[in-house]
């Protein structure tokens, strides 16, 4: 195995050691928090995170029966609504059998995410540290850092560049000034990076438009859960492309685009012809 290429410094950056940090991200594992120049990840309890799949679950169940726009935007935005429903569902966990929520669904799903991630991590820190495809990351001696949403002290011994911002926020306020050009030179690029990631045998198979940082001209993945050069994960999830008919709706992209159809169509078709199985073989390294 390679060793990580992460530079040790002897003391944390200033900031990270003077100030409070703000939460600016979460996902279904990780809280994550920055300064100006840096972000730190908490890694959420068991329970915490097995709150959230269950949430999520029962939003997916509801979805018919809810408003569209918001069981939409509570299933793609871990929102102040979402982060509620977690806490509620925590203490509804702690006083209720395990066996009741415990259900072999819920197991699957944190299994996976668990599995992915470490995989993930592995070939990142393998592959990609380093290429300027991922920010930067640096360790050092273990700190606490105080938070501004949480009590107490959080331990870290690394830090991860800061990005602008997600592809998702990058898109986003790009359609909302209606910079259609614009909108389209990233979804290129996104497609760019894709391709280039095949090349050296990596494939996403979680290729949310939130994994991924926009840095100057450069889109860079932010999280590695997912990433994987196993072909039966790639087969599993180009099945999937196959049959999905509007992948920007796949990504989350359908209130972004929707302003813009003829975009979207583009989008689709460029999509469909780049991730197919021939296409990824095509770009895959040979051994
Ligand atoms: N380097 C970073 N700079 C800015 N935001 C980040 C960075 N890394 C992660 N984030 C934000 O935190 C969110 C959750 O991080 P992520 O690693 O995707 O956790 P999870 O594994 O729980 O999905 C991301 O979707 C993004 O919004
Ligand atoms: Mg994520």
Redesign the pocket.
């Known amino acids: 195995m390679t060793e990580p290429s992460a530079p040790a410094l002897p003391k944390a950056p200033r900031e990270l050691r003077e100030q409070r940090l703000r939460r ?7 809280v ?1 928090y ?1 300064s100006e120049h840096w ?1 730190v ?1 908490r890694e959420r309890s068991s329970l915490e995170t097995a709150a959230l799949i269950v949430i999520y679950k029962l939003l997916r169940k509801a979805e018919p029966y809810l408003p569209a726009s918001w069981s939409r935007r509570l299933l793609e935005k871990p929102s102040r609504r979402v982060r509620l429903m977690r806490v509620m569902m925590q203490g509804a966990m702690l006083v209720t059998p395990k066996s009741v929520w415990w259900t072999e669904q819920v197991r699957d799903v944190w299994m996976q995410y668990q599995k992915r ?1 470490v995989r993930g991590e592995r070939l990142v820190e393998q592959h990609l540290e380093g290429t300027g495809l991922v ?1 930067e990351r640096i360790t050092f001696p273990p700190l606490r850092v105080r938070l501004m949403d949480w009590p107490g002290w959080l331990t870290v011994s690394e830090a ?4 602008e911002a ?1 592809l998702f926020q990058r898109l986003a306020e790009l359609a909302q000034d209606e910079k259609w050009p614009e909108v389209e030179l990233w979804l290129n690029r996104f497609m760019e990076l894709r391709q280039k990631g095949w090349s050296m045998g990596l494939f996403s198979v979680d290729p949310h438009l ?2 991924f ?1 926009v840095t100057g001209e450069r889109i860079v993945l ?2 590695a ?1 997912g990433v994987t050069n196993r072909w039966a994960d790639i087969d599993r999830r180009l099945d999937f492309e196959d049959v999905v008919r509007q992948p920007h709706i796949q990504l989350g992209l359908g209130p972004i685009l929707g302003a813009c159809p003829d975009l979207a169509a583009r989008f689709d078709r460029r999509w469909k012809d780049v991730v197919n199985r021939s296409v990824v073989r095509h770009h895959w390294p040979s051994r």
Do not use: C, H, M, Q
């Not at 991860?160 to 990005?163: A, F, H």
């Open positions: 600016i991200g979460e996902g279904i594992g990780k994550v920055a972000v990840k991630n920010p991860t560049e800061r990005v997600t939130k994994n940082g932010l999280d859960g």
